[in-house]
């Protein structure tokens, strides 16, 4: 009677693994489509902040809610004109502007400008102690509705609304992403072990008045 009673138990979990199993890939397919998914950085674009290799997580929900906010960095699908990839290609950059944002480089002392207010930037790549300028060149633009102005914070190594706005005849559109087209924000680094950090928006946005 014993070993009838636990060979019971041992068959209905052979018989229910299948189902457990497909459950669990289930789950873990909708939480990728839907939730989270994982990204890896190709490129020097966004260092020191993240660096090549990188693998990052990307809330794919947050902005269902609400929309992009200054200094998040996000993932997104990039146009055409940016990628030269006609079947898409993601990418990761900072918003820096949002709808109806008036963006000016530079004041006096080298930082950008929002809506009048100085940005402090304390993410732009250095290296040795030398570090990138906020912007190559002078700029004056307002983020049109429904799009955003992003950057990389290694502002020498990215090709982001800048670059975009210099190639296009300083085009707002073609310089600008659709907010629609955005995937998700990153909100830690996850691998490698070392680099483990929570991808934080600096105070510095704080202070940023709307437009």
Same mark, same amino acid.
């Given at each position: 009677?014993? +070993?009838?009673? /636990? ?17 669990? *890939? ?13 990204? =890896?950085?190709?490129?020097? !674009?966004?260092?020191?902040?993240? #660096? *090549? %290799?990188?693998? @990052? $997580? ?6 269902? =809610? ?13 146009? /055409?004109?940016? !990628? ?16 109806? %944002?008036?963006? @000016?480089?530079? %004041?006096?002392?080298?930082? $950008? ?16 102690? @030398?570090?990138? #300028? ?5 700029? +004056? *633009?307002? @983020?049109? #509705? ?13 090709? +982001? ?19 629609? +087209?955005?995937?998700?924000?990153? =909100? /830690? ?7 483990? /950090? ?6 510095? =946005?704080?202070?940023?008045? #709307?437009?």
């Amino acid at each position: 009677m014993i +070993d009838e009673q /636990t060979d019971k138990p041992r068959s209905s979990f052979w018989k229910e693994l299948p189902i457990l199993l497909g459950v669990a *890939i289930l789950v873990a397919v909708l939480v990728r489509a839907f939730v989270l998914q994982t990204f =890896f950085i190709p490129s020097p !674009s966004m260092e020191n902040t993240l #660096k *090549i %290799d990188d693998r @990052v $997580l990307v809330n794919k929900l947050v902005y269902d =809610f609400r929309s992009p906010h200054r200094g998040e960095v996000i993932v997104f699908k990039a146009p /055409t004109e940016w !990628s030269g990839n006609p079947d898409g290609e993601d990418f990761i950059k900072r918003v820096i502007g949002i709808p109806g %944002d008036h963006v @000016v480089c530079c %004041d006096p002392e080298e930082r $950008l400008m929002i809506n009048g207010k100085s940005l402090d930037e304390p993410y732009i790549f250095s290296l040795d102690g @030398v570090r990138d #300028k906020p912007a190559d060149q002078e700029f +004056d *633009i307002t @983020v049109p #509705k429904g799009r955003l102005w992003v950057m990389g914070d290694h502002r020498s190594a990215s090709g +982001d609304s800048l670059e975009h706005w210099q190639q296009s005849g300083q085009n707002i559109t073609e310089a600008t992403i659709p907010e629609d +087209d955005v995937v998700g924000r990153a =909100f /830690t680094v996850f691998w490698p072990v070392s680099r483990a /950090t929570w991808l934080t928006v600096p105070d510095t =946005f704080d202070g940023i008045p #709307k437009p």
